[in-house]
């Protein structure tokens, strides 16, 4: 049932600008003309046009809130000088730009996760042990050190797999690399709720392995929330009562969707092949 402004999710953008734009456009979400647009992360990165993306999903205002992905994260590491820029990277233009500090600092002010509507937009996922307070109250802990004057200290120690659990008593950068590999890398996880990150291809490829995809891990705590996400394009397209992933593959050469919360209207947009996998 509708509850106010219609709100359109949108997938991974990744760089892919002109596709962005010709959703937007599309007479379907043109004409909801109060609706608003949250986006699952991962604007930049591997399209030829990640500049254009930020400054598109910038524009709409109040009207969008994107939470951060692995590669907007790692977009700010690479401007901190954390990080080297990878040969597969696009986001040299953004780093270039007149106006980089206040495209910089915008990114570093989006959540990691967003709730409404009896639905919490996270990139990636949500641990089984986390209810919906919980999982607001760790986004916000990594929010404040990223939004803080320190924030490359953060960026420093957020990278590597281990821990590859959460537990309550973890303190300082394990604690904080775990809220973030949880909202923004993960995919599978074994029965006990471990982040496994080498499975990147479908679900049932970790099944042999004895993993499971985070939404079916047994005991979730969320109750009566809809997660919505992206990050896993060989997912794809998945709409349920409690999961809904949206990266339908646009910089793969598939499309760019954008789903309506309240009715699951949805436009999608062919997508040009930007990478290519590796096989």
Known sequence: MKSGRSIWVIGDVQGCCRPLHALLEHPDIARDADARYWFAGDLVNRGPDSLGA???VMALGERAVSVLGNHDLHLLAVAAGIKKAGKSDTIAAILDAPDAQELID???????AHYDQGHLLVH???LPAWTLKKTMELAAEVEEALRSPDWKTLLDSMYGNQPAYWEDG???????RVIIN?????RMCDRRGRMEFSHKGAPAEGGEAGLLPWFDL???SLGPVTVVFGHWSTLGLMIRPDAIC????????RQLTALRLHDHNMVQIPCAQYQIPHG
């Not at 915008?106 to 990691?112: G, V, Y």
């Open 218 to 220: 047994p005991g979730r």
């Open 182 to 186: 949880a909202l923004t890398r993960m």
């Open 124 to 126: 990636a996922g949500v």
């Open 54 to 56: 930020l400054r598109t």
């Open 246 to 253: 949206l990266d339908t593959g646009c910089v793969w050469g």
């Open 170 to 176: 973890l303190r300082g950068g394990e604690r904080l």
């Open 106 to 112: 915008w990114l570093r002010h989006c959540p990691l």
